[in-house]
């Protein structure tokens, strides 16, 4: 690689003391991003390309954040729903990607839009509350090459009620398996505590990754009695390199990408807006057609995924109506009655439907309807 020009060479720009200001902190982001060292004529070994990358917190190109979905602007299980958490249950998957659980009793999350028209995750605190988490969990082959080296997390915060919010990172102890609230199989990477106020503020810190940590990342934000007022979480982050609060910036995701990304743990197919198992129109239903009379336990149709899923997943089929499981309908909407549309053969790629009424299955006008979610959270 050829030796950058000198510094203050900018005797082509106009006689513009902004314009030279300018040119010249992007010569020196150029310089910094490409050719860190003095090697032969001005080169940059990989090894210090790699060490201002680290510098400046930057990864892969377009994965900067290995937070998926931080921004919170996917919801596709409540499309801006309340959700009860239930005290002492098992953790309740929210925003995609992110999951919540509490003690001491219920509380309620919701994804809502902020003031600038992003998004956040809000929990509104109740009377004997004892704790509340929100977790993030990321898969061992997004966060692998983060193992052994300085990270930051960053994220916005603001409490109504409370001045404290701590965090903690932890490493699955095999890959991608991080246990169950009640008995987690982590190993602590390195905590500490946010102080808070009711106004937004960025906050951030540096992680030391252990050069162990391999097999997947989670981070657990948490606060005590919230028994009133609000806690909101925003643009939840973790990037490499050591970063200042004051220069973090949100990594934004097309949209389109963002929803591709949570799709390799969740997926639905219903439309933008419409919540898992809501009452649905007939065409908006993945429709199998031509179907003969359909014996008990016989398949009469497949779905193949948009994404391709983390490993095979949950399949839920819905029909039409509310809250209808693990059925089908007809032309009108109307169902074909428990398990007629009963999932099998469940792959990474998609699954099959087979007729689980324990009789034969005669379609109207031959054809049959469905929605459906797939799950397969970390």
Known sequence: ????????????????????????????????????????????????????????????????????????????????????????????????????????????????TAADGTKRYRFTGAASVTGIGFGHRIEAADSVDLAGK???????????LLTTVNWAVYYANTADTFGTLASPTRTAVASGSFAVTATEATYSAQVAVSAAATTGLEIVLTVGAQTSGTWTIGDLQLELGTIATANVVVDRVERGEQLRRCERSYEKSYAQGDA??????????????????????????????????RVAPTVVPYAAAASSPNQANNDAGSGYGANSAAPTGQSQQGFAISNGTGATLTPSFGTAYIHYTAACPL
């Open 1 to 112: 690689m050829s030796s950058l020009p000198t510094r203050g060479n900018v005797s082509g720009a106009p006689d513009n003391a902004t314009a030279r200001a300018t040119l010249t902190a992007i010569y020196d982001f150029i310089a910094q991003r490409f050719a860190p060292g003095t090697s032969g004529a001005g080169a940059a070994t990989s090894a210090e390309v790699q060490a201002t990358r680290d510098a400046l917190g930057v990864g892969d190109i377009g994965f900067r954040s290995r937070v998926i979905n931080g921004d919170m602007s996917i919801d596709q299980r409540n499309e801006g729903a309340a959700l009860t958490f239930i005290a002492a249950a098992v953790l309740a998957y929210c925003a995609d990607m992110h999951y919540g659980y509490c003690t001491g009793a219920n509380v309620t999350g919701q994804r809502i």
């Open 150 to 160: 300085t990270c930051t997390l960053s994220v916005k915060l603001a409490n109504s």
């Open 276 to 309: 898992p198992g809501s009452a649905t129109l007939v065409f908006t239903q993945i429709c199998f057609a031509n179907l003969p009379a359909i014996t008990n336990s016989y398949t009469y149709g497949y779905v193949s995924f948009r994404t391709k899923k």
